[in-house]
């Protein structure tokens, strides 16, 4: 069962950070590349970035260039987005995705507010 869960969004205020995580199994992660996208409420869901499989090769919206990094630990099947410098146009619900059966987590909100 192929199966993308991730974790670490929440209540920031401008100019805050966070890291999310997206822990993947059910398929051979090193072999596929893997994208985080977001869906403001209203708003289509757009990619927001995105890794190659060996991590060295990476893509970013430019709404997010310079202030958020995608990497990932392929020995623990995870994939990862520092956000930093958030604004209060970052919040959204982020997901993680990867083209492997074009799977899909669930999301986790992330808040930025004062």
């Not at 100019?15 to 992660?29: I, Y």
């Not at 990619?47 to 997010?64: F, H, K, L, Q």
């Amino acid at each position: 069962q192929v199966q993308l869960v991730e974790s670490g969004g929440g209540l920031v205020q401008p100019g805050g950070s966070l890291r999310l995580s997206c822990v993947a199994s059910g398929f051979t992660f090193r072999e596929f590349s893997m994208n985080w996208f977001r869906q403001a409420p209203g708003s289509e869901r757009v990619r927001v970035a995105g890794i190659s499989p060996g991590g060295a090769a990476t893509t970013y919206a430019d709404s997010v260039k310079g202030r958020f990094t995608i990497s990932r630990d392929n020995t623990k099947n995870t994939v990862y987005l520092q956000m930093n410098t958030l604004r209060p146009e970052d919040t959204a619900v982020y997901y993680c995705q990867t083209p492997f059966e074009s799977t899909w987590g669930q999301g986790t909100q992330v808040t930025v507010s004062s």
